[in-house]
Each structure stands twice: as structure tokens, then as C-alpha cells.
């Protein structure tokens, strides 16, 4: 199933890769979603459904307590209550 970005996705990614990344991947909303389709980013709508995400994942989410999750280089706060989860 093919993840469609919006353009607040879009926009937040772009303003915010380098905390992932050391040096941008892209430069427009079109380099955006091209790379983010490219990583099989995902948007969730919670802190529950970033929580799910890691642990169907396989990432080990023990002790870690609700919003902290979002500290993780790869969630992006897209300030809607949703939620880019991009894997590098």
C-alpha cells in the first residue's frame, strides 16, 4: 500500500531531516516525498500508534513511556497530532 504524503508532511520533513540525517536528502516537497516513498515512512495519527509502530517493528520499546518515543531521531512532530516516522 502506497503511504500519500500531504504537503504538511512534506514541509515538515524537509524543515526537519537533519535530525536524522547529517546532510539534507532533499530540497523540494517533490525530493521529499520521492525519498520518503523510497524509505517506506509511515504517518501515524498518536503517540500510541508511534509506540505500535516500533514494537511490530521489532525495536524495544521496553521502559520507554509514552511521549518520550517521540524523542527518537526518526519521529517527526508533524503538529497536526500526527506523527513521520522515517527509517533510515
Known sequence: ?????????????????R?????NVAETLEEA???LEDCMAVVVNSVEE?????????????????EEILE???VF???DGRYLIVES
Do not use: K, S
Not at 535530525?19 to 546532510?23: A, D, H, T
Not at 508511534?50 to 509514552?66: H, K
Open 19 to 23: 535530525q536524522l540525517f547529517p546532510e
Open 1 to 17: 500500500m502506497m503511504q500519500q504524503f500531504d504537503e504538511d508532511v512534506l514541509e515538515c520533513f524537509l524543515e526537519n531531516q
Open 50 to 66: 508511534v509506540l505500535e509502530f516500533f514494537e511490530e517493528e521489532g525495536v524495544d520499546t521496553e521502559g520507554v513511556m509514552g
Open 77 to 79: 512532530d508533524i503538529g
Open 33 to 35: 516525498e520521492g525519498f
Open 72 to 74: 527518537a531521531d526518526e
